[in-house]
């Protein structure tokens, strides 16, 4: 470069004894004015202008504290018309260039004010600071006044307008340099003062600042090195011009012109060594600070640039001394900045002519580059592999034999794109250098084609890698650059069955197993179109191109498979390795083409060849291909089925005699049965057990002969292993074909069946010293418990009517619906035992929790139960899965009714009854239920706050009426525990909702005023409870037991342990009952003393009479005892109100009864785990019809005669006013 003239004192370029544009800067010097920003302009006087200029400004121009008034536009109108995009850049930059000719001073505020702006900063630089404030202290404003509450600015905020932004605030630097390139860079003051403004602001210790800034002077940098490049263009064809014209005669020669060209070139020369300038100012006072930013952005930046102006001017910028950056940042700890060193440098590689300017680097940063193929980074290392691509494709003298076999095991990567790019590195370093074909000459095929050689080679490669499962991903990573070669299956099939050329070396075994494995994985690629497994990225749609390609390799691979197929069958018949391979190629054939291309002898062919296989081998996986082969070929929808089927039946035909002949004999030989019998009957059921994996063989009654083989080992106890093992296999397929037939009618038999084995095969089952069973252990998977929930809830939580048929004569009808419903109380209870045993996870019960209120009276005690033992296993769990119930009937109220219900609503006066009957339910014991409860009111505070306002900002949340609900759980929270979940209320909660007493507010406020209110009385609530408790207790030890009664709520307990004690639970699975001893279990519970023998009518007639006369003498004990329960809580209730609603009247119920109305005595076995105080409904409650009544509220049952001579104290009377 040519020296440039030199720079005023004050001028801020870092400036040096060499004045040639040069990066040789070291990393600890601080070039001079870096940070001392004095001066915008020349001589350091920035205000003053010449007579002509002073006579632009004017006064139309009309200035007021340096902002524009134009238009009534202030200074940040550059700004946003840059944001919003809308205008071509062309003409914004040609507004601006007209201001600055009109007053550069006006413009350039406009234009600092516009970098200030695009860094994110709210603040304004003046006319007046312009003038008298040095660029240092107008930074330094600008950071005094910068907004730090968000971290946020124009470059990194989300959006698609501000994505847009930065390449807009790009484009108008690129655009502003290239319109400004032949007169106004060369002022010494537009691009002073800019370069001055950029390097201060890359400076600063604000990042919005230091990044928006070193972002505009790379790209201010970059449309420099253009207009450097274009004047050294100009200069050289000056140059040329100026020789040929001084090497002329002189009689030719023209003494103006060559004057002229003289001139031109001096003037050139000059804007060079001002563009050199600039450029060395920039890059000093810059790129040398920035490129090793903490931001890791910024250093992305950074490098991209420089890569960019090594690629544009590569006479200036390529060589050591800038390549050297590069070099060292690919050891950055980012995988950003690593990923655009890569990129940059192969912008280099691929051009070759550069190739001889980058040896050094090569040398001196390649081991770097191969070991950045294995980063971490998944991006980094395939920008890596191709750079070794590139490097590959320049000279093969640079990169070793190990340097090749670090890429090369790559192509066997679960990462697509990281095989991939192996896979074109491979292919280029072997598969490069092809046998030239003659011209004229005819192609060669099979055997002799150009590529037999290359196939070898990749078979070489595999079987030297030694991953032979893993040939899928071979063809996958070569696929893309090597299509070509891997569907050459001419030159495959010839390799395989001819003989090999004079002078060539065949194929060995080995070589041909590899050989036939690479074929297959080849012909699936191209039938199916989509990666391997653990490959796969997901579904992609192909394109009309690519699924006609699709088409073609199908009928190809068809038309030479289906001749070559059963030679090859033939020839490898004793090879179970390559025949399993070989019988997979049917599976991807297009069948149509065996009778569109008159190939039904070929097809012939190939059954027999199967035949003969099946007959010689009794290998699992050969005899699985086989069967495969089949089920491909017997398709129904091709003509060549009825063929394929009667083969086929014929095979089994003869299959299933031999099994049947050989083992009645090997039976009736018992201890006597030698060997080879034993073999025999193993090899057959082998056979037939592999065709029924895939066909239904149902017709040959395969059962029975299995089950008297099997019955026969278990009684004799002398049975083969593996005859055992592969006859359970063959039973276990009858019955998996005959459950694919029953009809929806059998379903809840096989529900209850299944429910059972999940439970014999859970983790239960290794318990009590039996961990050798360990792996006969299953936990069904999340799709399993999907299913058998979605079955409950379509076959169980249903009307009557829906599950009943109507006969004739009402009693027979009743009849009906009690044995129905007896079956939905068996399946309900069948999968409930799931949930208690911990076979499905516990929070799949809030799907049957949240129906405990609509069928109370069929599964009231059911699920009540399911409740309690779940509390046992887990009271934190438990109480996330009642809220989580209560939490889906509302998002079902809200779909239903919309968000702007009325809270008086039947729908959600349901739902906040459930919640009250659910808060009943953890008793009195607040120590026991402490974490739960408090557990409870978090997911319950979250959920409220979790959607944000339909009405927009100012707006109540969308479920914050879910508060109203979360408040009945209030009273079970303790006096500390309340100020905790009020504080952790408060954070979701601000200013202005505190301060709202509107009606959508009200569930809030009610909710607050439930942690607030009674937190002083906790205490005496609590003693209340627990006197009112011990009394009846007292009470209850001098009354007489009650009469034993079957019920079906008994029942349920009998069968439901807890985990605790781990026994063997009991089946519920009907279809392994006695029909009688079924009938006889039902729900409503026969008494077992009776033995003289009655139809089913008259016995339920005789049920319902015992029922009402039980109801009745358990209705008169329940008023006399809750006569003097109420008497003893009337002082409790005067002491405190924790225990009670504001507008219900306090009395005992047990809502966790059977559904058939029994009801032991409320002071019967009282247990301050299980006590629950209920309080009525409330008379708004009580009218509604649409809610069932509640039978065992003892409010509902009461003789008038008691209500009337109970004695009720005045705040008794008010609460229940």
């Given at each position: 470069?040519?020296?440039?003239?030199?720079?005023?004192s004050?001028?801020?370029?870092?400036?040096?004894?060499?004045?040639?544009?040069?990066?040789?800067?070291?990393f600890?010097?601080?070039p001079?004015?870096?940070?001392?920003?004095?001066?915008?302009?020349?001589?350091?006087?920035?205000?003053?202008?010449?007579?002509?200029?002073?006579?632009?400004?004017?006064?139309?121009?009309?200035?007021?504290?340096?902002?524009?008034?134009?238009?009534?536009?202030?200074?940040m109108?550059?700004?946003?018309?840059?944001?919003?995009?809308r205008?071509?850049m062309?003409?914004?930059?040609?507004?601006?260039?007209?201001?600055?000719?009109?007053?550069?001073?006006?413009?350039?505020?406009?234009?600092?004010?516009?970098?200030?702006?695009?860094s994110?900063?709210k603040?304004?630089?003046?006319?007046?600071?312009?003038?008298?404030?040095?660029?240092?202290?107008?930074?330094?404003?600008?950071?005094?006044?910068?907004?730090e509450?968000?971290?946020?600015?124009?470059?990194?905020?989300?959006?698609?307008?501000?994505?847009?932004?930065?390449?807009?605030?790009?484009?108008?630097?690129?655009?502003?340099?290239?319109?400004?390139?032949?007169?106004?860079?060369?002022?010494?003051?537009?691009?002073?003062?800019?370069?001055?403004?950029?390097?201060?602001?890359?400076?600063?210790?604000?990042?919005?600042?230091?990044?928006?800034s070193?972002?505009?002077?790379?790209?201010?940098?970059?449309?420099?090195?253009?207009?450097?490049?274009?004047?050294?263009?100009?200069?050289?064809?000056?140059?040329?011009?100026?020789?040929?014209?001084?090497?002329k005669?002189?009689?030719?020669?023209?003494?103006?012109?060559?004057?002229?060209?003289?001139?031109?070139?001096?003037?050139?020369?000059?804007?060079?060594?001002?563009?050199?300038?600039?450029?060395?100012?920039?890059?000093?006072?810059?790129?040398?600070?920035?490129?090793?930013?903490?931001i890791?952005?910024?250093?992305?930046?950074c490098?991209?640039e420089?890569?960019?102006?090594?690629?544009?001017?590569s006479?200036?910028?390529?060589?050591?001394?800038?390549?050297?950056?590069?070099?060292?940042?690919?050891?950055?700890?980012?995988?950003?900045?690593?990923?655009?060193?890569?990129?940059?440098l192969?912008?280099?590689?691929?051009?070759?002519?550069?190739?001889?300017?980058?040896?050094?680097?090569?040398?001196?940063?390649?081991?770097?580059i191969?070991?950045?193929?294995?980063?971490?980074?998944?991006?980094?290392?395939?920008?890596?592999?191709?750079?070794?691509?590139?490097?590959?494709?320049?000279?093969?003298?640079v990169?070793?034999p190990?340097?090749?076999?670090?890429?090369?095991?790559?192509?066997?990567?679960?990462?697509?794109?990281?095989?991939?790019?192996?896979?074109?590195?491979?292919?280029?370093?072997?598969?490069?250098?092809?046998?030239?074909?003659?011209?004229?000459?005819?192609?060669?095929?099979?055997?002799?084609?150009?590529?037999?050689?290359?196939?070898?080679?990749?078979?070489?490669?595999?079987?030297?890698?030694?991953?032979?499962?893993?040939?899928?991903?071979?063809?996958d990573?070569?696929?893309?650059?090597?299509?070509?070669?891997?569907?050459?299956?001419?030159?495959?099939?010839?390799?395989?069955?001819?003989?090999?050329?004079?002078?060539?070396?065949?194929?060995?075994?080995?070589?041909?197993?590899?050989?036939?494995?690479?074929?297959?994985?080849?012909?699936?690629?191209?039938?199916?179109?989509?990666?391997?497994?653990?490959r796969?990225?997901?579904?992609?749609?192909?394109?009309?191109?690519?699924?006609?390609?699709?088409?073609?390799?199908?009928?190809?691979?068809?038309?030479l498979?289906?001749?070559?197929?059963?030679?090859?069958?033939?020839?490898?018949?004793?090879?179970?390795?390559k025949?399993?391979?070989?019988?997979?190629?049917?599976?991807?054939?297009?069948?149509?083409?065996?009778?569109?291309?008159?190939?039904?002898?070929?097809?012939?062919?190939?059954?027999?060849?199967?035949?003969?296989?099946?007959?010689?081998?009794?290998?699992?996986?050969?005899?699985?291909?086989?069967?495969?082969?089949?089920?491909?070929?017997?398709?129904?929808?091709?003509?060549?089925?009825?063929?394929?089927?009667?083969?086929?039946?014929?095979?089994?035909?003869?299959?299933?005699?031999?099994?049947?002949?050989?083992?009645?004999?090997?039976?009736?030989?018992?201890?006597?049965?030698?060997?080879?019998?034993?073999?025999?009957?193993?090899?057959?059921?082998?056979?037939?057990?592999?065709?029924?994996?895939?066909?239904?063989?149902?017709?040959?009654?395969?059962?029975?002969?299995?089950?008297?083989?099997?019955?026969?080992?278990?009684?004799?106890?002398?049975?083969?292993?593996?005859?055992?093992?592969?006859?359970?296999q063959?039973?276990?397929?009858?019955?998996?074909?005959?459950l694919?037939?029953?009809?929806e009618?059998?379903?809840?038999?096989?529900?209850?069946?299944?429910?059972?084995l999940?439970?014999?095969?859970?983790?239960?089952?290794?318990?009590?010293?039996?961990?050798?069973?360990?792996?006969?252990?299953?936990?069904?998977?999340?799709?399993?418990?999907?299913?058998?929930?979605?079955?409950?809830?379509?076959?169980?939580?249903?009307?009557?009517?829906?599950?009943?048929?109507?006969?004739?004569?009402?009693?027979?009808?009743?009849?009906?619906?009690?044995?129905?419903l007896?079956?939905?109380?068996?399946?309900?209870?069948?999968?409930?035992?799931?949930?208690?045993?911990?076979?499905?996870?516990?929070?799949?019960?809030?799907?049957?929790?949240?129906?405990?209120?609509?069928?109370?009276?069929?599964?009231?005690?059911?699920?009540?139960?399911?409740?309690?033992k779940?509390?046992?296993?887990?009271?934190?769990?438990?109480?996330?899965?009642?809220?989580l119930?209560?939490?889906?009937?509302?998002?079902?109220?809200?779909?239903?009714?919309?968000?702007?219900?009325?809270?008086s609503?039947?729908?959600?006066?349901?739902i906040?009854?459930?919640?009250?009957?659910?808060?009943?339910?953890?008793?009195?014991?607040?120590?026991k239920?402490?974490?739960?409860?408090?557990?409870?009111?978090?997911?319950?505070?979250?959920?409220?706050?979790?959607?944000?306002?339909?009405?927009?900002?100012?707006?109540?949340?969308?479920?914050?009426?879910?508060?109203?609900?979360?408040?009945?759980?209030?009273?079970?929270?303790?006096?500390?525990?309340k100020?905790?979940?009020?504080?952790?209320?408060?954070?979701?909660?601000?200013?202005?909702?505190?301060?709202?007493?509107?009606?959508?507010?009200?569930?809030?406020?009610?909710?607050?005023?439930?942690?607030?209110?009674?937190?002083?009385?906790?205490?005496m609530?609590?003693?209340?409870?627990?006197?009112?408790?011990?009394?009846?207790?007292?009470?209850?030890?001098?009354?007489?037991?009650?009469?034993?009664?079957?019920?079906?709520?008994?029942?349920w307990?009998?069968?439901?342990?807890?985990?605790?004690?781990?026994?063997?639970?009991?089946?519920?699975?009907?279809?392994?009952?006695?029909?009688?001893?079924?009938?006889?279990?039902?729900?409503?519970?026969?008494?077992?003393?009776?033995?003289?023998?009655?139809?089913?009518?008259?016995?339920?007639?005789?049920?319902?009479?015992?029922?009402q006369?039980?109801?009745?003498?358990?209705?008169?004990?329940?008023?006399?005892?809750?006569?003097?329960?109420?008497?003893?809580?009337?002082?409790?209730?005067?002491?405190?109100t924790?225990?009670?609603?504001?507008?219900?009247?306090?009395?005992?119920?047990?809502?966790?009864?059977?559904?058939?109305?029994?009801?032991?005595?409320?002071?019967?076995?009282m247990?301050?785990?299980?006590?629950?105080?209920d309080?009525?409904?409330?008379?708004?409650?009580?009218?509604?019809?649409?809610?069932?009544?509640?039978?065992?509220?003892?409010?509902?049952?009461?003789?008038?005669?008691?209500?009337?001579?109970?004695?009720?104290?005045?705040t008794?009377?008010?609460?229940?006013?």
């Amino acid at each position: 470069m040519i020296a440039a003239p030199e720079i005023p004192s004050e001028f801020p370029y870092a400036q040096d004894t060499d004045t040639r544009f040069s990066s040789d800067t070291d990393f600890s010097e601080d070039p001079d004015g870096r940070s001392a920003i004095s001066a915008k302009g020349k001589g350091g006087k920035k205000g003053k202008k010449t007579a002509g200029e002073k006579g632009k400004g004017g006064k139309g121009a009309g200035r007021i504290n340096g902002h524009h008034q134009e238009n009534g536009m202030e200074n940040m109108m550059l700004f946003e018309v840059v944001k919003l995009g809308r205008s071509a850049m062309q003409s914004v930059v040609d507004d601006w260039i007209e201001s600055y000719k009109h007053d550069r001073d006006v413009a350039l505020l406009d234009l600092i004010n516009f970098f200030i702006q695009c860094s994110g900063c709210k603040g304004v630089v003046s006319g007046e600071m312009f003038r008298n404030m040095q660029n240092s202290e107008i930074i330094r404003r600008m950071t005094e006044e910068f907004d730090e509450d968000s971290g946020d600015y124009p470059l990194t905020i989300a959006g698609p307008q501000w994505k847009k932004f930065k390449s807009s605030f790009c484009e108008f630097i690129s655009v502003l340099v290239r319109q400004c390139q032949y007169s106004i860079i060369y002022d010494e003051y537009m691009m002073d003062t800019v370069i001055s403004l950029l390097t201060g602001l890359s400076d600063s210790q604000v990042r919005a600042f230091r990044h928006t800034s070193t972002l505009a002077a790379m790209k201010l940098m970059t449309a420099l090195v253009n207009v450097a490049l274009n004047l050294s263009i100009n200069m050289d064809n000056t140059q040329r011009q100026y020789e040929a014209e001084r090497n002329k005669m002189v009689a030719k020669r023209a003494n103006d012109r060559l004057e002229l060209l003289l001139q031109k070139r001096k003037e050139l020369q000059e804007n060079q060594d001002e563009i050199e300038n600039m450029m060395n100012a920039i890059f000093k006072g810059v790129f040398v600070h920035r490129y090793r930013d903490s931001i890791a952005e910024i250093r992305a930046i950074c490098i991209e640039e420089i890569g960019v102006w090594m690629k544009l001017y590569s006479d200036a910028f390529l060589n050591d001394s800038y390549l050297k950056y590069v070099g060292w940042t690919m050891h950055d700890k980012q995988g950003e900045v690593r990923l655009k060193c890569l990129t940059a440098l192969q912008g280099l590689y691929y051009n070759r002519e550069l190739n001889a300017r980058l040896e050094l680097f090569t040398s001196r940063f390649k081991d770097r580059i191969v070991s950045m193929t294995l980063d971490k980074e998944y991006d980094v290392a395939v920008q890596a592999i191709k750079l070794l691509t590139l490097v590959l494709n320049s000279t093969d003298e640079v990169l070793t034999p190990e340097d090749c076999e670090s890429v090369y095991h790559l192509v066997y990567s679960a990462h697509r794109p990281v095989a991939v790019a192996a896979g074109e590195f491979l292919f280029k370093k072997l598969f490069s250098q092809r046998e030239p074909e003659e011209e004229g000459a005819p192609k060669r095929r099979g055997r002799q084609s150009p590529n037999a050689n290359l196939i070898k080679t990749t078979v070489f490669f595999f079987l030297e890698s030694e991953l032979h499962e893993h040939a899928a991903y071979l063809v996958d990573s070569l696929w893309e650059c090597g299509a070509e070669l891997l569907k050459d299956w001419e030159c495959m099939i010839s390799l395989l069955l001819d003989d090999p050329l004079p002078g060539e070396e065949a194929l060995t075994d080995r070589q041909e197993t590899a050989l036939i494995e690479i074929m297959l994985c080849t012909v699936r690629q191209a039938a199916e179109c989509h990666p391997p497994v653990g490959r796969g990225t997901g579904k992609r749609v192909m394109t009309a191109k690519e699924k006609k390609t699709q088409l073609d390799d199908r009928t190809r691979m068809t038309e030479l498979f289906a001749v070559a197929l059963p030679p090859l069958l033939a020839k490898y018949a004793v090879d179970a390795e390559k025949v399993t391979n070989l019988l997979q190629l049917p599976q991807f054939f297009d069948l149509e083409i065996y009778t569109t291309g008159r190939l039904e002898k070929h097809l012939e062919s190939l059954l027999r060849q199967i035949r003969e296989i099946v007959e010689k081998h009794t290998d699992t996986e050969v005899l699985e291909a086989c069967s495969k082969t089949y089920h491909a070929l017997c398709n129904e929808e091709f003509t060549i089925f009825n063929r394929v089927d009667i083969a086929r039946s014929q095979l089994l035909d003869e299959l299933v005699d031999k099994f049947n002949r050989l083992l009645e004999d090997f039976l009736q030989e018992g201890e006597d049965a030698d060997e080879d019998d034993a073999y025999q009957v193993l090899s057959t059921l082998k056979r037939i057990t592999a065709f029924h994996n895939a066909h239904d063989l149902s017709g040959w009654d395969l059962f029975t002969s299995n089950f008297k083989l099997l019955n026969t080992g278990i009684e004799n106890g002398d049975m083969p292993e593996q005859i055992v093992i592969h006859s359970l296999q063959c039973t276990h397929y009858v019955i998996l074909w005959h459950l694919a037939k029953l009809s929806e009618g059998s379903s809840r038999k096989a529900f209850t069946i299944l429910c059972d084995l999940l439970l014999i095969f859970s983790h239960q089952m290794v318990s009590g010293g039996r961990e050798h069973l360990e792996p006969l252990v299953y936990s069904p998977e999340d799709s399993l418990q999907s299913e058998l929930l979605s079955f409950i809830l379509n076959h169980v939580f249903i009307d009557q009517d829906d599950d009943t048929n109507s006969t004739d004569g009402q009693q027979d009808d009743e009849a009906v619906k009690i044995e129905a419903l007896h079956k939905r109380r068996n399946l309900l209870a069948a999968y409930c035992k799931l949930i208690i045993y911990c076979v499905v996870e516990m929070k799949t019960g809030a799907d049957i929790f949240k129906q405990y209120m609509r069928y109370y009276n069929d599964y009231g005690d059911i699920i009540k139960e399911t409740m309690s033992k779940t509390r046992q296993i887990d009271k934190i769990q438990c109480a996330k899965t009642l809220i989580l119930s209560l939490q889906q009937l509302f998002n079902e109220m809200l779909s239903e009714l919309g968000h702007g219900f009325d809270r008086s609503s039947s729908a959600f006066c349901g739902i906040k009854e459930l919640a009250r009957r659910f808060s009943l339910t953890f008793g009195l014991d607040q120590v026991k239920t402490r974490d739960a409860i408090a557990m409870l009111h978090k997911d319950g505070i979250e959920f409220a706050f979790k959607d944000p306002s339909p009405q927009g900002e100012g707006g109540p949340p969308l479920n914050l009426a879910f508060l109203d609900i979360l408040s009945e759980f209030s009273s079970k929270l303790m006096r500390q525990d309340k100020r905790t979940v009020h504080m952790y209320l408060e954070r979701f909660m601000t200013f202005q909702m505190a301060l709202q007493r509107e009606d959508c507010w009200l569930p809030l406020i009610s909710y607050r005023n439930s942690l607030q209110a009674g937190g002083d009385d906790d205490t005496m609530s609590v003693m209340s409870g627990y006197s009112s408790r011990g009394s009846s207790v007292r009470s209850k030890k001098t009354k007489p037991p009650a009469v034993a009664e079957s019920s079906s709520s008994e029942m349920w307990q009998q069968s439901m342990q807890t985990p605790v004690m781990m026994p063997s639970p009991h089946l519920t699975s009907t279809a392994m009952r006695d029909p009688k001893r079924a009938r006889d279990d039902s729900f409503m519970g026969t008494p077992q003393h009776h033995q003289t023998p009655m139809d089913y009518n008259s016995q339920v007639t005789w049920m319902l009479a015992q029922r009402q006369q039980e109801e009745a003498r358990q209705q008169q004990e329940r008023a006399m005892n809750y006569a003097k329960l109420r008497t003893n809580l009337q002082h409790a209730i005067r002491r405190g109100t924790g225990l009670m609603e504001e507008d219900e009247e306090p009395i005992v119920e047990d809502v966790m009864m059977s559904s058939e109305g029994r009801m032991d005595d409320l002071n019967e076995g009282m247990d301050f785990d299980t006590m629950d105080i209920d309080l009525p409904p409330s008379k708004n409650r009580r009218e509604r019809s649409e809610l069932k009544p509640d039978y065992f509220d003892p409010a509902s049952i009461m003789d008038e005669s008691v209500r009337a001579t109970s004695t009720l104290s005045p705040t008794l009377r008010f609460y229940s006013a």
